[in-house]
């Protein structure tokens, strides 16, 4: 069993900045696993948004190129997503999971950005 644990939303105005963290827990061998930040927002489907590999290539969905990192730290089992130049059409609540998914997906963490 692997336990996803994510932190670091919350409400915050257009042009913002947060760093999202998720902690791995379980019967994991974090760095072997490439890992992915997914969003959903309401009434749309789940969608990939960010991916690091095991050796930190990372890849980005279009609509937060030059806006979003991702990154990992394997000593701790957490990856991180920094989110800048935060827009509106980015709320949503934001789950981390291995690219492809295949771990129990956690609570997420609720991203408002709202004037």
């Known amino acids: 069993q692997v336990q996803l644990v994510e932190s670091g939303g919350g409400l915050v105005q257009p042009g913002g900045s947060l760093r999202l963290s998720c902690v791995a827990s379980?019967?994991?061998?974090?760095?072997?696993?490439?890992m992915g930040w997914y969003r959903q927002a309401p009434g749309k489907q789940r969608e990939l948004v960010a991916f690091?590999?095991?050796?930190?290539?990372?890849n980005y969905t279009d609509s937060v190129k030059g806006r979003f990192t991702i990154s990992r730290d394997n000593a701790k089992n957490t990856v991180y997503l920094h989110m800048n130049n935060l827009k509106p059409e980015d709320t949503a609540v934001y789950y981390c999971?291995?690219?492809?998914?295949?771990?129990?997906w956690g609570q997420g963490t609720q991203v408002t950005v709202s004037a």
């Open positions: 999971n291995a690219r492809p998914a295949i771990f129990t």
């Open positions: 379980g019967s994991i061998i974090f760095s072997i696993n490439n």
């Open positions: 690091i590999t095991n050796v930190r290539w990372t």
